[in-house]
């Protein structure tokens, strides 16, 4: 079955911490993007790659770091310097910048 | 810059009764639509999407969406709720011009009452 993965599904991180989300595609998308979803303010963007070893800054990317060194793979990592991270993260790919994008079921991180 | 408005976080209807939710939009270009629903704790889903073809978007799971320029709206329609279409509903927009980023609105909540 071709969709997204993301893993883990719960992350706990102490004050201080980075730590790393992972998203997989099989879709064979050449575009991925990482969002944050709070309560009652939507998804805003964090991060988006248009190809391999390229990415752009999103709305929100202060405290927040990508890397895309393969096609399916697209890591993202909260930094310490993220003042705010509990949040419910979700990771999306698409074919193009104007196809519809398709979500993975998402990373809930609680700063504890 | 664009962006979208969804009039009503909060939306309840009765099972059976028509659901009509409401997204407004502001682009200076043609834009590309999309409706996603949300369940609790998981992923976005495509509902549907409008990309200037016809302006009648049919959906999954019964729902529909007119594009009307006019109005720079894209409201989402079903003629008959169901208890299972209860979850959280975004509209977006991309408007092909500059970042081609996904702006989404803040979302309504249906809630279906039996």
């Known amino acids: 079955d071709g969709g997204i993965t993301q893993s883990p599904k719960y992350l706990f991180r102490k004050e201080g911490q980075n730590v790393t989300l992972s998203c997989e595609q099989n879709l064979n998308h050449d575009a991925m993007y990482w969002y944050r979803q709070d309560p009652g303010q939507g998804l805003r963007l964090i991060y988006y790659?248009?190809?391999?070893?390229?990415?752009q800054k999103g709305d929100i990317a202060e405290g927040y770091s990508v890397s895309r060194e393969k096609k399916e793979s697209f890591p993202l990592t909260v930094t310490s310097a993220q003042k705010n991270p509990t949040a419910f993260y979700l990771c999306?790919?698409?074919?193009?910048?104007?196809?519809?994008?398709?979500f993975g079921p998402g990373t809930r991180l609680t700063v504890l | 810059a664009q962006s979208v408005t969804q009039l009503g976080s909060h939306v309840s209807v009765s099972e059976g009764a028509l659901v009509l939710l409401r997204c407004n939009y502001s682009s200076s270009v043609p834009p590309y639509l999309f409706w996603y629903v949300q369940y609790p704790n998981q992923g976005l889903q495509l509902l549907l999407k409008?990309?200037?073809?016809?302006?009648l978007v049919k959906g999954i799971n019964g729902f529909e969406a007119e594009f009307k320029k006019s109005e720079t709206s894209f409201h989402l329609t079903k003629p008959s709720a169901h208890m299972s279409d209860a979850a959280e509903y975004f509209c977006?927009?991309?408007?092909?011009?500059?970042?081609?980023?996904?702006?989404f609105g803040k979302g309504t909540k249906l809630s279906v009452i039996p």
């Open positions: 977006a927009v991309i408007t092909g011009a500059g970042s081609y980023q996904l702006t």
């Open positions: 409008y990309t200037s073809a016809a302006t």
């Open positions: 790659s248009q190809i391999v070893n390229d990415f």
């Open positions: 999306a790919s698409s074919l193009d910048r104007v196809a519809e994008q398709f």
